[in-house]
C-alpha cells in the first residue's frame, strides 16, 4: 500500500516529462501555458514583496529650501524650451505629401535622387548647381566606405559577367557590353591596386514658396545636374517624398536606399564642388565668405577687362560702410605700389584715417587746390586711349563744369556770358603755352587769378579779343566786367582763396591720403558737390602721373550723382580711369540717382564689381535695371544687417555678371582699426603701433630675408626642374 503513493507520482511525472517533451501536442502546450501562469503569478508576489521593503520616497521639499526648488523649477523650463527649440530646428510641425512634392512647413519641397553617375566625373562636377543662386535648395551625399575585400569580391563579379555577356551576345550590343566589361574590370584593378571604395547617395531638395516657383526651380536644379560638367541623370522620388526628404536630411541616414559605387577620386571631384563654386582670384582681396561653403570670395578689381570702379550700396546700418572701410583696407595692404585715397563729406572715415597715419588735407582751409591744373598724360596711356582722345577739351569741360557749378551754388545764370568764360579760359591756357599738343601738358597750369587778369584785359582792350566784328568789344568788356566780380571769392582775401592758387599737395609720395570735407564738423551744404567735383578732378589728374594703382573711395557718392552738372565730366573719368590704373568706389544709400541721367547710368555701367547690403529699396524695377532676378532680389531685402552680436553683414556682390552671397565679417585687429574713435582713442592701442610697433630696420630685414627664401625657392625649383627632366629623359631612353 506504501508504494502506491510512489507509483503514482512516478507516474505523474512521467507523464508530465512525456507533456514536456510534445509542446505541440493539446497536452503539451496546456502544460506550458499552465507553466508560464504559475511563474508569472510567483514573480508577481515576489515583486510586490520586495516592493513593500523598499523604504518610502522622498519629498524634496522637506530636504530642499524653496529658492533652490525654484531655480530647479526655471531650468527644468529652459531645458524643455531648449527641446522644442531643437524639434523646431529639426523637423517641421507638419508635412502635407503628395506625389512628387511635399509641403514642409510654409515651404513646398521636391526632392530628387541621383539615377546615374558620370563613369570619369569631373573635378567639382557640382560647382555650376552651387551657383545657382536664384534657387533654394539643401544638397545632402551620403558616403559610405565599403569593406574592401568585399568591394574587390563584388567588382570580380560584375566584371566577370559583363565579360560573359559580351561573349555570348552575337549582336550590335556586344560592342557595348565589351566597353562595360572593359570599364568594370579597369575598376577592378583599380581597386586592386588600392583605391579606396565608397558608397555613394545624392539626394537635392529644392525649396520654394509656392508649386509655380518650385516648378521652375526645380526645372533649373535639374538641368544643372545633367548637363556638363555634371553630367547626372536626375530623378524625382516619384511616391516616395517622404523617404527621400528623410535621406536628404543633415541628420537623417540613406532610408531611400539608392546608392552606386564610387571610387575615392569620384569623392574627391564631389567634395571640389562647394569651393569651385566660389570665386578666388590671384591678386584679389577678400570681399567675403560664400554664404553656402564658407570658401572665402576673393576678387582683384584692377583684373578687370570692363573696368576697374566698383560701387557699393546699403541702407542705413546695412553694413555697407563697415564692408567698404575693410575693403579699402585690405586693398591698399595688398600692395606696397598701390595708393589709397579717400573722400567723403560727413567725417565717417576720421577713425580708419587716423588709424592708418594717413595725410590728411582739409578742404575749405588755405591748402591750394588748382580747378585748372592738367597733368601730362604718359606715353602708354596716350596709346591705349586712342588717337582721337583730347585730354585738353576734356580738361575744358572739366574747368568748365566746377565753373558752371559755381555760378549754380550762388543762384547765378550765366546766360551768354558763357562765351565769354570760355575765352578767357583757354586764354588762360594759352598763356601757359597749353594747347591740345599732349607734350604741352607738363607745362605749369594757370589758376583762376590768372584767368581774372585775362579778363582785366578784355575790359582795357577788348579789341584784342574780337574775332570777327567790332561790335563784340562792347560785349565783351561788359562781360569780362561782370565775370571779374562774380569771380571775386576766388581772389586772395576771398572765401575760396584756396581755390585760386596752384595745387599743394601730391599723391606720389603718400600711402594713403584723407580729402577731409568735414570742417563743418560732418554738415553737407550746397557746395560739397562743387568741392566733391574738384577733388575728384585733381585726384583723377594726379593718378595719371603715378606708376602706382590708385584706390579712390568715395563715400556719400549721391551729393555727386545727384548733380547733372557735374556728371559729364565724372562719366569721362570712369571712362577712362583705368588707362591710369585708378579704381574709383563709389560708396551710397540709395540707387536712384543712378538712373536720374544718361550719364549716371553710363557710370553705372563701367562699375564692374557692384556689391549690394541690406536694401529695402529694392524693388522688382531696379532689380531688373541691375540684372537681378527674383531671388537675389529678395536676398537683397532681407540680408542681414550689420550688427555686433551677429559679428557680420550679408551682401551679393557681382562681377562679370555673376553674382555671389556672401558674409562681411572682419577679423579681430581689422575690426580694432575699423571702429577707432579718435576721440576717445590713442593711435598707440592699435595693433601695429605703440609698443606692438614693427621698427623700419626690422620691416626691411624681414623684406630681404623674404627676397632671399624667394631666391632660394626659385634656385630649388630650377634645380629640381633639371633632376626630374633627366629622370624623364632616362625612363624614355630606357
Known amino acids: 500500500m506504501r508504494n502506491l503513493p510512489l507509483q503514482a507520482s512516478r507516474d505523474i511525472l512521467t507523464q508530465l516529462s512525456r507533456w514536456a517533451q510534445q509542446p505541440t501536442s493539446p497536452e503539451g502546450a496546456a502544460f506550458y501555458l499552465g507553466t508560464i501562469v504559475v511563474l508569472g503569478v510567483g514573480g508577481t508576489a515576489l515583486w510586490q514583496r520586495y516592493r513593500t521593503d523598499d523604504e518610502p520616497e522622498v519629498d524634496f521639499s522637506d530636504v530642499l529650501d524653496e529658492e533652490t526648488l525654484e531655480a530647479g523649477d526655471a531650468e527644468g523650463q529652459l531645458l524643455d524650451d531648449i527641446s522644442e527649440s531643437h524639434k523646431t530646428a529639426t523637423a517641421p510641425a507638419a508635412i502635407e505629401w503628395e506625389t512628387r512634392a511635399a509641403r514642409v512647413g510654409e515651404q513646398w519641397t521636391t526632392t530628387l535622387y541621383i539615377a546615374d553617375y558620370a563613369d570619369y566625373p569631373n573635378d567639382g562636377y557640382l560647382s555650376d548647381l552651387f551657383e545657382l543662386t ?41 560592342e557595348y557590353l565589351q566597353e562595360r566589361a572593359n570599364e568594370a574590370a579597369a575598376t577592378y584593378k583599380a581597386v586592386e591596386s588600392g583605391a579606396s571604395v565608397f558608397d555613394q547617395g545624392l539626394f537635392v531638395t529644392v525649396r520654394a514658396d509656392d508649386t509655380d516657383d518650385l516648378r521652375d526651380a526645380v526645372r533649373a536644379v535639374k538641368s544643372a545636374l545633367r548637363d556638363e560638367p555634371a553630367n547626372l541623370t536626375p530623378k524625382t522620388a516619384i511616391c516616395r517624398q517622404d523617404l527621400a526628404l528623410q535621406s536628404a536630411a543633415p541628420i537623417g541616414d540613406n532610408v531611400f536606399g539608392r546608392e552606386s559605387i564610387a571610387l575615392g577620386g569620384a569623392v574627391g571631384s564631389l567634395l571640389a564642388s562647394p569651393h569651385n563654386a566660389t ?62 585715397i579717400i573722400l567723403e563729406p560727413l567725417n565717417n572715415w576720421a577713425g580708419v584715417s587716423e588709424a592708418l597715419d594717413t595725410k590728411r588735407i582739409t578742404v575749405g582751409g588755405t591748402l591750394g587746390l588748382n580747378p585748372l591744373e592738367i597733368r601730362q598724360t604718359p606715353e602708354h596711356v596716350q596709346r591705349a586711349m586712342g588717337e582721337d582722345a583730347s585730354p585738353f577739351n576734356e580738361k575744358l569741360d572739366d574747368a568748365m563744369s566746377f565753373l558752371t557749378n ?66 563784340e568789344a562792347e560785349k565783351i568788356s561788359d562781360d569780362a566786367t561782370w565775370l571779374i566780380d562774380q569771380l571775386r571769392p576766388f581772389e586772395e582775401a576771398g572765401r575760396y582763396a584756396n581755390l585760386g592758387k596752384e595745387s599743394e599737395f601730391d599723391i606720389r609720395d603718400e600711402k594713403v591720403i584723407y580729402l577731409d570735407l568735414a570742417q563743418q564738423e560732418g554738415s553737407v551744404d550746397s557746395s560739397t558737390a562743387l568741392t566733391m567735383q574738384l577733388l575728384i578732378s585733381l585726384v583723377y589728374e594726379r593718378a595719371k602721373e603715378t606708376d602706382k594703382e590708385v584706390v579712390f573711395v568715395i563715400d556719400e557718392a549721391r551729393y555727386i ?157 630650377t634645380d629640381s626642374t633639371v633632376t626630374d627632366t633627366g629622370q624623364l629623359g632616362g625612363t624614355d631612353d630606357a
Open 134 to 174: 536664384d534657387v533654394e535648395f539643401d544638397l545632402t551625399a551620403h558616403i559610405t566606405p565599403k569593406n574592401q575585400q568585399r568591394a574587390r569580391n563584388e567588382l570580380q563579379d560584375i566584371a566577370d559577367d559583363l565579360q560573359v555577356d559580351a561573349d555570348l551576345e552575337q549582336s550590335v550590343r556586344s
Open 279 to 340: 570665386i578666388l582670384e590671384e591678386g584679389g582681396v577678400e570681399f567675403g565668405i560664400h554664404k553656402d561653403n564658407q570658401s572665402p570670395v576673393v576678387i582683384d578689381p584692377f583684373a578687370r577687362d570692363n573696368g576697374y570702379a566698383m560701387f557699393t550700396v546699403g541702407d542705413t546700418g546695412s553694413g555697407k560702410s563697415f564692408g567698404a572701410k575693410e575693403n579699402f583696407i585690405r586693398s591698399i595692404e595688398q600692395s606696397k605700389d598701390r595708393i589709397g
Open 406 to 471: 559755381f555760378f549754380a551754388l550762388r543762384g547765378i545764370s550765366l546766360g551768354d556770358r558763357r562765351t565769354t568764360l570760355e575765352l578767357g579760359l583757354r586764354h588762360a591756357y594759352e598763356r601757359h603755352g597749353i594747347t591740345d599738343d599732349i607734350t604741352t601738358h607738363g607745362n605749369p597750369s594757370p589758376t583762376i587769378r590768372e584767368m581774372l587778369d585775362v579778363f582785366e584785359e578784355m575790359v582795357g582792350d577788348p579789341e584784342s579779343f574780337v574775332v570777327r566784328s567790332d561790335a
Open 561 to 717: 550723382m545727384q548733380d547733372a552738372a557735374s556728371l559729364a565730366f565724372l562719366e569721362t573719368v570712369f571712362r577712362h580711369h583705368r588707362h591710369h590704373d585708378l579704381s574709383i568706389r563709389l560708396v551710397t544709400q540709395t540707387v536712384d540717382e543712378f538712373f536720374e541721367h544718361a550719364e549716371s547710368e553710363a557710370i553705372l555701367d563701367q562699375c564692374a564689381v557692384k556689391q549690394f547690403h541690406r536694401l529695402d529699396g529694392m524693388d522688382a524695377e531696379w532689380a531688373d535695371e541691375f540684372g537681378l532676378n527674383h531671388a537675389q532680389m529678395r536676398y537683397v531685402q532681407d540680408a542681414v544687417p550689420g550688427n555686433e552680436d551677429a559679428g557680420f553683414s550679408e551682401a551679393l556682390v557681382g562681377v562679370d555678371g555673376e553674382w555671389r552671397g556672401i558674409r562681411v565679417e572682419a577679423m579681430p585687429k581689422e575690426t580694432e582699426v575699423i571702429d577707432f574713435d579718435p576721440t576717445e582713442q590713442r593711435r598707440a592701442s592699435l595693433p601695429g603701433a605703440g609698443e606692438t610697433a614693427v621698427s623700419p630696420e626690422i620691416e626691411t630685414f624681414r623684406t630681404e630675408l623674404a627676397q632671399q627664401a624667394n631666391g632660394e625657392s626659385q634656385d630649388m625649383q
